[in-house]
């Protein structure tokens, strides 16, 4: 069973940084579509970014421009990197294959003082 596994959360105030990674034992990673997600207390999972095999990114409104999505293909790695991280960008953050999801991770917590 394919499982991917997040971590690089933590505590940060706004206009902060953080780097988020993941690895995911999926078998044929080079060619999945890889997404970050992100969940807050009380609302919806969100897809906030996503990368193809081959490295072409997508990003959402609430992101573009202070996000960005990489991958390693070699390591079967998914990593995002945020910049000028505001109260809202608290949530859970979870990676997955965005065409043909495995079952959630556990996810790691951001949480961005004001």
């Known amino acids: 069973q394919v499982q991917v596994v997040e971590s690089g959360g933590g505590l940060v105030q706004a206009g902060g940084s953080l780097s988020l990674s993941c690895v995911a034992s999926?078998?044929?990673?080079?060619?999945?579509?890889m997404g970050w997600y992100r969940q807050a207390p009380g609302k919806s999972r969100e897809l906030v970014a996503s990368?193809?095999?081959?490295?072409?990114?997508t990003y959402g409104d609430a992101v573009k421009g202070r996000f960005t999505i990489s991958r390693d293909n070699a390591k079967k790695m998914v990593y995002l990197k945020m910049n000028s991280l505001k109260p809202e960008d608290t949530a859970v953050y979870y990676c997955n294959n965005v065409r043909a999801p495995s079952p959630w991770g556990q996810g790691t917590q951001v949480t961005v003082s004001s």
């Open positions: 990368i193809t095999g081959y490295g072409a990114t």
């Open positions: 999926e078998r044929f990673f080079s060619i999945t579509v």
